[in-house]
Every structure is written in C-alpha cells, then in structure tokens.
C-alpha cells in the first residue's frame, strides 16, 4: 500500500519570470478548453489531440491539465469565486484578475522517467528545471527552498527511484510563487484486529473501539477541540495536528483501524441559521486529509458511510445509557464490522409498522410508527424473537435480576453496558 506525502517548498529565484508566467497563461488556458469540451461530451483522446494542437503545450502537459479538471463539477469557477465577485465589484484590475485565474502549474511523474520530465528538481543543487516547450529556449531553471526538516526525512524519495508530483502556484499580486512536492511511498500497515470509529461533531469527536472477531465494544470516547470552531487558521491547523496524532496514539494502543465517516457538511441546510452555519464551519475535510498521515505509522485509515447511525444511536442510547454520540460511533462500527445485524437493527427499530389501520404501514409521515408507536409497543417488543435476541433486558419487570449470561454470552445491548474504559481528552 502506498501513502502521499507533500513537501512545502518556495522558489526563490527564477531565470526568465515572463516565461514562466507564459507558461501559467498556457497551461491555464489548456485547464479552461479542456473542462469545456469535456462539458460538450467528447472523448479523452479526443480533447488531448484538440488541445495539444491548439494551446502548443507538449503531451505532458495536456495530459496533466485534463487530469486536473476531469473531477470538477459543472459549475466550477476558474480562478474562485471570490476573485470573481472582487472582479465583478472593481476591487481587482483585470489583469490581475488573469493572473489569478492562470496561477496554477501541475507536472505529474513516472517512474519511468527518474521522477518528473517537465518538473525535475535536482536535490543536489537545489534546482527546479522547468520545461517551457518552446524551441528557442527549451528550459528555465528556479532556485527552490525546502525546509530542512523535510529534506533530513524524505531526501531519500527525492533522487529519481520514486515518482513525484511537482504543483506550482503564483501568489496573488505577483508576490512569488509556491511550491508543492507529492510522492508516493510504501508503507507497511499491519492487519488490525479491532476498529476505531470516529463520530465528527460540532467542537467534539467521539470514538469507539469495537472487536471484529465478536463486536464486542472494547472502549468509548470524546476528544474536545473546540477551539477548532472558531480559531485563527493557523491556530487551527496546529488543533487538528494534535487530534490527529491521538488518534493515531489510541488506535496504535489498541491494536485498531480509524474508520472515518465522508461527510459532505457543504449542502447541509437547517431551519435554524445559527445551526446550518455551525455545522458548515466544521472543519471536516481538513481533518480527513489529515488522518490519511496515519497510514504512514502503520494505522490503516479508511472512510465510510455513516448513514443511519446516529438515529440509531439515538435509540441505542436511551437503553444502555450513554450520549448520543458515543452511542453513533459504536452503531458505525457495527456497521464497519457486521452489516447484516446493523440493518436486522435498522430496519427493526424504524420498520415497526403502527397498530392503527389494521396492521398496515400508513402513508406519508409515519408519526406512529417505531419507537413513537402507542402503549401496545411493548408487547410487540415482547413477541419479537429479534429483540430477545438483542436486549433481554428490556423485557424484564421492575425489580427482576440482571441479565445473567447464557450458553451464547450476554446480548449485544447487555454487552453494551459493560463497564469498558470511557476516555475523555482535552486538545487545547
């Protein structure tokens, strides 16, 4: 398996600034006609062959620029669109409203090619060779600062043996240019025997840790950051660092794999303005990107959905105790580890029908259906072989003993309210 690695880096100097600027206004030309013929319907070769006629960038390039829209949704904005309604309101020139719009350089590598043919950088000098495609003045040469911290870990990937990917990015007002190395490494990451869930929330995370073997919780969990929701970026980014690296910590500890859910926080829409906006603030997608560094100590990180998770861990948490939140991360690692019983469990606490209409579920809102159903819930609780299975303890009358174990070991909801380690860390 292999992880992403990114250098920040900066050019210094550069030989020829107004061929290097040419070459943004190509390639962000090239990024432009491609995204709309790719609108129009045609074929990948079909683009490459048109633009590579048209802009006069060689095939790298255009490959390159095609790969950098092919995933962009239709109604993107070329340059933002914040430097458009600057645009719109005079508050940039036009000029520089170009120069943002054609800021970007993307050259990716092969391993064919001893790293990267348009953007080779030589570790020896310090130098980043650039490929202008013109015949009269072929390359141009930058000097390029990385930190050296950076260069002490990873110099090794730097030689040639590994492909790398080279972004190159204008600042606005022609203040420099920034510099962006990824490389694919190898990591070796150990077959987990249990998996850590993790529930994203408005200033909290909360966690759980289960066994595949029996899905047996083994420990839940709340990490507080919430000075996330409101910090500086800079302050923020150094938040997320630390809950990462605890994360990473707790899931080493426990032998466990991070399963994280894909939220997409960005069409969230409330009733309530204060909520949508608190949800929206969420810094999720940074928070994602940042677990992915995990893999490279060995924790496997992987994302999955987490529908229905926190309705049923609404449910779960009214039987065994706990809050809400702890209750959606163990329901997502029983969705990570068992399906089969997560959606037995879904469908039987949502798929009640109500004891009105002779049995038949009623059309539209189902406002009595489930657990909101009339007194004569219980009973059907008490004649569902499902159930017993599930909580033998919600059957029993006031003042009857605790569930004992059996031949087959406690009921999952009497597992449930085991006295297993509640953690709760502060990231300040």
């Known amino acids: ?35 709309s013929l790719k609108r129009k319907g045609l074929a990948t070769s079909c683009i490459e062959t048109i633009l590579q ?28 669109l914040k430097n458009q309604r600057l645009r719109e309101k005079g508050k940039i020139t036009k000029e520089e409203y170009k120069q943002r719009r054609n800021a970007l350089l993307i050259s990716r590598g092969e391993r064919s090619k001893k790293g990267n043919l348009n953007l080779r950088l030589d570790f020896s000098t310090m130098q980043l ?41 204008r600042r606005d007002f022609d203040r420099g240019y920034d510099l962006r190395i990824s490389i694919k490494i190898p990591c070796m990451i150990q077959e987990a025997s249990r998996v850590m869930t993790l529930d994203i929330n408005a200033g909290h995370t909360d966690f759980a840790v289960m066994n595949k073997e029996d899905g047996m ?15 500086r970026r800079g302050k923020r980014n150094h938040l997320l660092n630390m809950l990462v690296r605890k994360i990473g910590n707790l899931a080493r500890h ?15 829409k409330s009733y309530s303005k204060k909520a949508t ?70 469908t039987f606490l949502f798929g009640v029908p109500s004891y009105e209409a ?38 029993k009358e006031d003042g009857g003993y605790l569930p004992t174990p059996g031949r087959e070991g406690l009921s999952f909801l009497d597992n449930l309210k085991a006295n297993f380690p509640c953690l709760t860390m502060n990231i300040w």
């Not at 490929?131 to 390359?139: A, L, Y």
């Not at 969990?221 to 409101?230: A, C, D, I, L």
Request: charged share 25%.
């Open 53 to 80: 006629q048209e802009i006069g960038l060689n095939a790298r390039y255009i490959k390159d620029a095609y790969y950098s829209i092919k995933d962009l949704p239709y109604n993107t904005t070329f340059g933002g």
């Open 277 to 346: 906006r608190t949800i929206r603030q969420l810094p999720q997608y940074q928070f994602r990107h940042l677990l992915k560094r995990l893999e490279l100590q060995g924790t496997k990180v992987s994302e999955r959905s987490e529908a229905y998770t926190s309705k049923l861990g609404d449910v779960i948490s009214q039987l065994i105790g706990y809050d809400i939140h702890k209750c959606a991360a163990m329901m997502f690692a029983l969705k990570v580890i068992n399906y089969d019983l997560f959606k037995q469990l879904k």
């Open 254 to 268: 426990y032998y466990a794999e991070v399963v994280v859910g894909s939220l997409n926080t960005g069409k969230f």
């Open 1 to 35: 398996m292999t992880a992403i690695i990114t250098l920040p880096g900066v050019i210094t100097s550069v030989t020829n600034r107004a061929l290097l600027n040419a070459l943004l206004r190509k390639f962000g030309n090239a990024r432009r006609r491609a995204f």
């Open 217 to 231: 919780p083994v420990a839940i969990g709340r990490f507080n950051h919430h000075k996330t929701q409101y910090t």
């Open 129 to 169: 060779r650039i490929n202008t495609c013109r015949n009269d003045n072929k390359w141009m040469f930058a000097n390029v600062f990385i930190p050296q911290k950076y260069l002490d870990k990873y110099h090794g990937y730097l030689d040639g043996s590994h492909p790398y990917t080279v972004l190159l990015k």
């Open 358 to 395: 002779y049995g038949r579920r009623r059309r539209g809102r189902r406002r009595e259906s489930g657990l909101t159903a009339p007194i004569q819930y219980r009973k059907f609780l008490k004649s569902m072989k499902f159930w017993m299975a599930m909580n033998s303890s919600i059957v």
